[in-house]
């Protein structure tokens, strides 16, 4: 558990265990504390690396809009502050979009590329759910409504509605309801609109692992396949029955899936 100093703002990050590196990078609404679930499963045969993007967790708040390259300078100043030349980068939704842009600009920096629920361009669609967003950002509930149930899948929902009540309680009485992080949230979302690398994911050489969920509102499967399209040497898993959070849905698969396809030997296989 430590700061590092990037542009004179402060960046929380912790390390654990010892092997190949994994850099888990955010999506929009977490911070390393939403890890606690798979640290020990991750750690048991690898180096985890945790960090919070600025204005999120306890990384230092911004208070002028920015970029996802901002983003991506963060990740990169980190490797720096740890002596890494080489890490396997997992990113989920926002932080699979800040994965993306730091493969194509530090590429010879990550080893393997895992991407959850992740997109290549913020379409016209997907910008205007982040602006509801903002629109209902005065009020706890309103903004829970908008912004919660969409992320899950509607079977996890329904069958899980007692710890989504319990969510609920607790996010709109103790985090929706503080302006300093509602506003860290609006400019998270801002800074993903123009988030566009369509045109250049072929210039993406990594082994490259996407995963997909069947009932992501959010990125749908097929957000999923454009990737796979684009990056030549990847591959491309589906989660039936499975949201947005996929982590939370499928915690097992979750880490069976990036400890799977990170600690492989053997990539190549001549089958005839």
């Given amino acids: 558990m430590a700061f590092l ?72 100043t980190l490797l720096n502050e740890l002596n890494l030349n080489k890490v396997n980068m997992v990113g989920i939704s926002y932080g699979g979009e800040v994965a993306l842009q730091f493969a194509l600009k530090y590429q010879e920096k990550i080893d393997r590329l895992v991407l959850f629920n992740t997109t290549a361009k913020t379409n016209p669609w997907l910008r205007d759910i982040g602006r509801s967003w903002n629109l209902s950002r005065k009020d706890p509930l309103n903004y829970y409504l908008t912004t919660i149930p969409i992320i899950y899948s509607p079977k996890f929902y329904n069958e899980n509605i007692d710890w989504m009540d319990n969510r609920k309680k607790m996010l709109t009485e103790n985090i929706f309801n503080q302006e300093a992080f509602m506003n860290s949230m609006e400019r998270l979302t801002n800074s993903a609109e123009n988030h566009d690398v369509i045109n250049r994911l072929n210039e993406i050489g990594l082994k490259t692992l996407i995963v997909g969920a069947e009932n992501d509102f959010i990125t749908p499967v097929n957000e999923q396949k454009i990737i796979n399209q684009g990056i030549k040497n990847s591959e491309l898993i589906i989660l039936p029955n499975t949201g947005h959070g996929s982590m939370y849905e499928r915690p097992l698969l979750f880490t069976s899936l990036i400890l799977g396809f990170i600690n492989v030997v053997q990539t190549e296989y001549n089958i005839v």
């Fill in 5 to 76: 100093d990037y542009l004179g703002k402060k960046v929380y990050y912790e390390v654990y265990g010892e092997g190949k590196p994994i850099l888990l990078l955010n999506g929009i609404m977490m911070s390393t504390v939403s890890w606690t679930y798979f640290k020990d499963a991750l750690r048991a045969t690898n180096k985890l690396i945790l960090v919070d993007f600025l204005d999120q967790g306890q990384s230092d708040k911004l208070e002028d809009g920015y970029t996802q390259d901002v983003q991506v300078e963060v990740v990169n």
